[in-house]
């Protein structure tokens, strides 16, 4: 079965440095995700992507944050200048077009700001 | 605001059947989705819900009442293997859809 793929499984980076977390969906999906969890909380949702633009983010996604589709397949985020309260699964996800459609998750990358 | 509520733990016996509620106080509804998540790994879908009523899916249930901000999972003959937290989601729209999760449900299933 197709699935989402993450990679890497677990980054470590110093505080203020600039992290890219690489994500490659599903092929035939067109809608993209990323979301963040932070250990013993919710999923929280940080953006949506289609159709090669923004269609929605959340208060979390600031101009810290940015993500791109660079090729056909891959889908990056981007977090500049990291901050300790970064620290937090990053999930990304896809799904096809269609309401009922539902979304595949990565298995994260773990990221810790040192 | 936009929020959602789930109990944060229950426990059941292997073989019983438990049901997991979620209420949800938002604004533009398009639609509600349960995901299993085990501890360390991502979030699998299990059933969606968009119309009152119940949708069935072998062992697992969902229920929608949409005036009254409620689903709630049933999971059926429950298995050591379904412990694990369960994620209540509700999609909403303004023209674009965004998701809200809960803060999910830890079931532990005893032997």
């Known amino acids: 079965e197709p699935e989402v793929t993450q990679t890497p499984s677990h980054q470590v980076t110093q505080m203020g440095q600039e992290v890219i977390l690489r994500c490659v969906p599903i092929?035939?999906?067109?809608?993209f995700y990323w979301y963040r969890q932070i250990l013993g909380q919710k999923v929280e949702f940080l953006v949506s992507?289609?159709?090669?633009?923004?269609?929605?983010k959340s208060e979390i996604f600031d101009d810290q944050f940015s993500v791109e589709r660079p090729d056909g397949s891959n889908f990056t985020l981007k977090i500049r200048s990291t901050k300790l309260e970064d620290s937090a699964m990053y999930f990304c996800?896809?799904?096809?077009?269609?309401?009922?459609?539902?979304?595949?998750f990565g298995d994260g990358t773990r990221l810790s700001i040192l | 605001g936009q929020n959602i509520d789930q109990p944060t733990e229950m426990t059941a016996t292997e073989g019983a059947i438990v049901q997991i509620n979620c209420t949800y106080q938002?604004?533009?509804?398009?639609?509600l989705f349960w995901y299993q998540q085990h501890a360390g790994e991502a979030p699998t879908f299990l059933s969606y819900?968009?119309?009152?009523g119940l949708e069935e899916k072998g062992r697992f249930s969902s229920f929608l009442s949409r005036s009254k901000g409620y689903s709630y999972l049933l999971l059926k003959e429950l298995q050591m293997k379904d412990s694990a937290s369960y994620l209540c989601?509700?999609?909403?729209?303004?023209?674009?859809?965004?998701?809200?999760f809960g803060t999910g449900t830890r079931l532990k299933v005893l032997a």
């Open positions: 819900n968009v119309l009152d």
């Open positions: 992507f289609y159709n090669n633009e923004i269609s929605e």
């Open positions: 996800a896809s799904s096809e077009r269609g309401s009922n459609q539902p979304q595949h």
């Open positions: 938002t604004s533009g509804f398009n639609g």
């Open positions: 092929s035939n999906h067109l809608y």
């Open positions: 989601a509700v999609r909403v729209t303004s023209g674009t859809y965004k998701y809200i």
